[in-house]
C-alpha cells in the first residue's frame, strides 16, 4: 500500500498532466476539479478565473454545485473584494473554515448561505506574483481533513495557477493573430450591401500593388478597417502596418513623427529616433486626415512619394524606404484644391486609386445585421443575454440618419446593452435623439397630402428631415427613387 508521501506525488503528477495536456482553460480545470473533488473526498467544488478588465470573478468550472447557485454566480458575477471568493482574491489568503461555514458572514451571497455549506477551504491561484483565480471546495457534512489532504490541495494550486496563466497568454496571442486575420478576406467588415460590395471588389483587386490609395468617407464609416484591409490581405501583411491620425499630433511635432530626427535637431533631441515612415518600411502606413497637415510638410510628404527617399529632421543623409502610402480624409480632398487649402500636386500623387465608402444612411439595408454583430459582441463583453430588439426600437435605426455612422451606432448599441434590464433592447433604451427623430418622420408626410403649389417646399423639408438621404426621403414621401429624382429636377432641387 503507497505511503502518504507517494500518494500525494501521485496526485500532483496526475494533476501536472492535466493542466499540461491542453490549452482550452475550461476543459483544463473541470479534468482538475474532478480529481481534486475526488482525493478531498469533498462534495463539490469551484474554480473562478479573474477577468483583470473586468475584475469579476469568472467561475469557470462547478462540481456538484445547485443550479440555483451556478445561475446566480454566472449572470451576477462576484467581484474581487465581494463576498468569501472576492476576499480571498483581494488578500491573497487562503480561508478554511471547518465547520457551519454556510453561516459565516463572509458570505454575502442568499444562495450560499442557502447552500448548507458545513465545511469550506477557499484557496488564492497565483502565478507571476498575482492572483489569478481562486478554488473552492466544500461539503454539506460534518468533515475534517487530516493535514496531507490540505498540504496536497495547497499544492495543487501552484499548478492549476500556472495553467490559468498560460491559457490566458495562448487566448491573447490568439486574439491579437486574429486581430489580424479578421481583416484578411474581410471578415471584419459586415456588410450586406450593394454599394459596399462594390467597394470590396476594389479592394481586392488592388491589395498586392504598391499604388497610393486615398480613402474618402464621412467620419464613423471605417475608412481605417478598410486601410487595414488593404494591408493584411496584401504581401506586406508580415511587415508593419502604422496608422497616424494627422490631425492629432501638433503641426510642430507632425515632422518629426513621420520623418524622424538626429540628435542635436533641436531643443531636447538627445539621441537619434527613427520616424514612423522608418518604422512602417516593407509594410503600409496610413495618415489619416491628411488634410491637416500643414502646406510645409505636404512638399516634404510630395517629395517622399516622389523619390521614396527621405531625411530625418536635422540630417543631410538620404534614407530609402519603401513603404505603401494609404491616405484617408472626411473631406473632399479636390473641394480642398480648389479652395488653395490643399496642394494639387500632392493630390495627384495621392488620388492614384480612390475609394469612395458611403454613409449608414446609404447602407440601410446593414443596420440590422450590424445591429447583431454589435449585440453580440457586448453581450460578451458585459456577460449580458440581449437577444433582439423590438421591432419599434429597429423602425428607429432604420429610419435615423445616423450622422456618426457605424461607430455612432457602435456607441448607441453598447450604450442599450449596458442599461436594458430584459433580454430585448427596446426604445425606451435609445438616446433621446434618436427616439425624437424617429417621432418627428412617423408622421405623415405623404406627398400626396399636400397641395401641388407646396410640392416643392415640402419635398425640400423632408429631404432635410432625411439629411439628403433621398431612399429614406422617398419612403416619408411615399415615392419611389426615381419619381422623387424627377421631381426634383423638376423643381429644381439640387440632387
Same mark, same amino acid.
Given at each position: 500500500?503507497?505511503?502518504?508521501?507517494?500518494?500525494?506525488?501521485?496526485?500532483?503528477? $496526475?494533476?501536472?498532466?492535466?493542466?499540461?495536456?491542453?490549452?482550452? =482553460?475550461?476543459?483544463?480545470?473541470?479534468?482538475?476539479?474532478?480529481?481534486?473533488?475526488?482525493?478531498?473526498?469533498?462534495?463539490?467544488?469551484?474554480?473562478?478565473?479573474?477577468?483583470?478588465?473586468?475584475? @469579476?470573478?469568472?467561475?469557470?468550472?462547478?462540481?456538484?454545485?445547485?443550479?440555483?447557485?451556478?445561475?446566480?454566480?454566472? *449572470?451576477?458575477?462576484?467581484?474581487?473584494?465581494?463576498?468569501?471568493?472576492?476576499?480571498?482574491? #483581494?488578500?491573497?489568503?487562503?480561508?478554511?473554515?471547518?465547520?457551519?461555514?454556510?453561516?459565516?458572514?463572509?458570505?454575502?451571497?442568499?444562495?450560499?448561505?442557502?447552500?448548507?455549506?458545513?465545511?469550506?477551504?477557499?484557496?488564492?491561484?497565483?502565478?507571476?506574483?498575482?492572483?489569478?483565480?481562486?478554488?473552492?471546495?466544500?461539503?454539506?457534512?460534518?468533515?475534517?481533513?487530516?493535514? @496531507?489532504?490540505?498540504?496536497?490541495?495547497?499544492?495543487?494550486?501552484?499548478?492549476?495557477?500556472?495553467?490559468?496563466? /498560460?491559457?490566458?497568454?495562448?487566448?491573447?496571442?490568439?486574439?491579437?493573430?486574429?486581430?489580424?486575420?479578421?481583416?484578411? /478576406?474581410?471578415?471584419?467588415?459586415?456588410?450586406?450591401?450593394?454599394?459596399?460590395?462594390?467597394?470590396?471588389?476594389?479592394?481586392?483587386?488592388?491589395?498586392?500593388?504598391?499604388?497610393?490609395?486615398? !480613402?474618402?468617407? @464621412?467620419?464613423?464609416?471605417?475608412?481605417?478597417?478598410?486601410?487595414?484591409?488593404?494591408?493584411?490581405?496584401?504581401?506586406?501583411?508580415?511587415?508593419?502596418?502604422?496608422?497616424?491620425?494627422?490631425?492629432? !499630433?501638433? @503641426?510642430?511635432?507632425? *515632422?518629426?513623427?513621420?520623418? %524622424?530626427?538626429?540628435?542635436?535637431?533641436?531643443?531636447?533631441?538627445?539621441?537619434?529616433?527613427?520616424?514612423?515612415?522608418?518604422?512602417?518600411?516593407?509594410?503600409?502606413?496610413?495618415?489619416? *486626415?491628411?488634410?491637416?497637415?500643414?502646406?510645409?510638410?505636404?512638399?516634404?510628404?510630395?517629395?517622399?512619394?516622389? $523619390?521614396?527617399?527621405?531625411?530625418?529632421?536635422?540630417?543631410?543623409?538620404?534614407?530609402?524606404?519603401?513603404?505603401?502610402?494609404?491616405?484617408?480624409? /472626411? #473631406?473632399?480632398?479636390?473641394?480642398?484644391?480648389?479652395?488653395?487649402?490643399?496642394?494639387?500636386?500632392?493630390?495627384?500623387?495621392?488620388?492614384?486609386?480612390? !475609394?469612395?465608402?458611403?454613409?449608414?444612411?446609404?447602407?440601410?439595408?446593414?443596420?440590422?445585421?450590424? +445591429?447583431?454583430?454589435?449585440?453580440?459582441?457586448?453581450?460578451?463583453?458585459?456577460?449580458?443575454?440581449?437577444?433582439?430588439?423590438?421591432?419599434?426600437?429597429?423602425?428607429?435605426?432604420?429610419?435615423?440618419? &445616423?450622422?456618426?455612422?457605424?461607430?455612432?451606432?457602435?456607441? +448607441?448599441? $453598447?450604450?442599450?446593452?449596458?442599461?436594458?434590464?430584459?433580454?430585448?433592447?427596446?426604445?425606451?433604451? =435609445?438616446?433621446?435623439?434618436?427616439?425624437?427623430?424617429?417621432?418627428?418622420?412617423?408622421?405623415?408626410?405623404?406627398?400626396?397630402?399636400? %397641395?401641388? /403649389?407646396?410640392?416643392?417646399?415640402?419635398?425640400?423639408?423632408?429631404?432635410?428631415?432625411?439629411?439628403?438621404?433621398?431612399?429614406?426621403?422617398?419612403?416619408?414621401?411615399?415615392?419611389?427613387?426615381?419619381?422623387? &429624382?424627377?421631381?426634383?429636377?423638376?423643381?429644381?432641387?439640387?440632387?
Amino acid at each position: 500500500m503507497p505511503d502518504s508521501s507517494t500518494k500525494k506525488l501521485s496526485v500532483l503528477y $496526475e494533476i501536472a498532466l492535466t493542466v499540461g495536456k491542453s490549452l482550452n =482553460l475550461k476543459l483544463i480545470l473541470d479534468d482538475v476539479l474532478d480529481k481534486i473533488v475526488e482525493f478531498m473526498r469533498v462534495d463539490a467544488g469551484v474554480i473562478y478565473v479573474i477577468n483583470d478588465d473586468s475584475l @469579476e470573478m469568472i467561475p469557470v468550472s462547478f462540481r456538484n454545485v445547485s443550479d440555483e447557485v451556478v445561475r446566480d454566480l454566472s *449572470e451576477n458575477r462576484v467581484k474581487i473584494g465581494e463576498c468569501m471568493c472576492g476576499n480571498i482574491a #483581494q488578500c491573497d489568503k487562503e480561508v478554511i473554515i471547518p465547520e457551519k461555514a454556510s453561516d459565516d458572514p463572509r458570505f454575502t451571497r442568499g444562495v450560499l448561505k442557502k447552500e448548507g455549506m458545513e465545511f469550506y477551504a477557499g484557496l488564492p491561484l497565483r502565478a507571476k506574483n498575482k492572483v489569478v483565480g481562486v478554488l473552492c471546495v466544500i461539503t454539506h457534512k460534518p468533515y475534517t481533513p487530516d493535514i @496531507e489532504l490540505l498540504d496536497i490541495l495547497r499544492a495543487a494550486t501552484v499548478p492549476i495557477g500556472l495553467a490559468i496563466e /498560460n491559457a490566458r497568454m495562448f487566448e491573447n496571442t490568439k486574439k491579437a493573430t486574429d486581430e489580424k486575420l479578421q481583416y484578411h /478576406n474581410f471578415e471584419g467588415i459586415i456588410s450586406n450591401s450593394t454599394r459596399m460590395t462594390s467597394v470590396l471588389n476594389l479592394v481586392r483587386k488592388i491589395t498586392n500593388i504598391s499604388s497610393s490609395v486615398l !480613402i474618402y468617407g @464621412e467620419s464613423g464609416t471605417g475608412k481605417e478597417l478598410i486601410a487595414k484591409a488593404l494591408h493584411f490581405n496584401s504581401f506586406r501583411k508580415e511587415r508593419p502596418f502604422i496608422a497616424v491620425n494627422c490631425a492629432a !499630433i501638433p @503641426e510642430t511635432l507632425l *515632422e518629426s513623427e513621420l520623418f %524622424g530626427y538626429v540628435k542635436g535637431a533641436f531643443t531636447g533631441a538627445t539621441t537619434d529616433k527613427i520616424g514612423l515612415f522608418e518604422a512602417a518600411d516593407s509594410g503600409s502606413i496610413l495618415l489619416d *486626415e491628411v488634410e491637416a497637415m500643414s502646406k510645409n510638410l505636404q512638399v516634404k510628404i510630395l517629395r517622399f512619394l516622389q $523619390e521614396r527617399t527621405l531625411l530625418r529632421v536635422g540630417s543631410t543623409k538620404p534614407l530609402t524606404v519603401d513603404v505603401r502610402i494609404i491616405a484617408a480624409s /472626411n #473631406q473632399d480632398l479636390g473641394e480642398l484644391v480648389k479652395a488653395k487649402h490643399f496642394r494639387e500636386d500632392l493630390f495627384y500623387r495621392l488620388n492614384v486609386i480612390r !475609394i469612395d465608402l458611403p454613409p449608414l444612411r446609404e447602407r440601410v439595408d446593414d443596420i440590422p445585421l450590424l +445591429t447583431r454583430y454589435f449585440i453580440n459582441r457586448f453581450n460578451k463583453k458585459m456577460g449580458k443575454n440581449i437577444r433582439r430588439m423590438s421591432d419599434e426600437a429597429m423602425d428607429a435605426f432604420l429610419h435615423y440618419p &445616423w450622422p456618426g455612422n457605424i461607430r455612432e451606432l457602435e456607441n +448607441t448599441i $453598447e450604450r442599450a446593452v449596458a442599461i436594458s434590464c430584459t433580454h430585448e433592447i427596446s426604445k425606451e433604451d =435609445l438616446p433621446s435623439d434618436i427616439i425624437a427623430f424617429s417621432d418627428t418622420t412617423k408622421r405623415d408626410w405623404n406627398l400626396e397630402k399636400v %397641395g401641388e /403649389n407646396c410640392e416643392r417646399e415640402h419635398i425640400i423639408k423632408v429631404l432635410n428631415l432625411a439629411d439628403r438621404n433621398k431612399k429614406q426621403a422617398a419612403i416619408m414621401l411615399g415615392l419611389d427613387a426615381t419619381t422623387l &429624382w424627377r421631381k426634383m429636377k423638376k423643381y429644381g432641387i439640387a440632387t
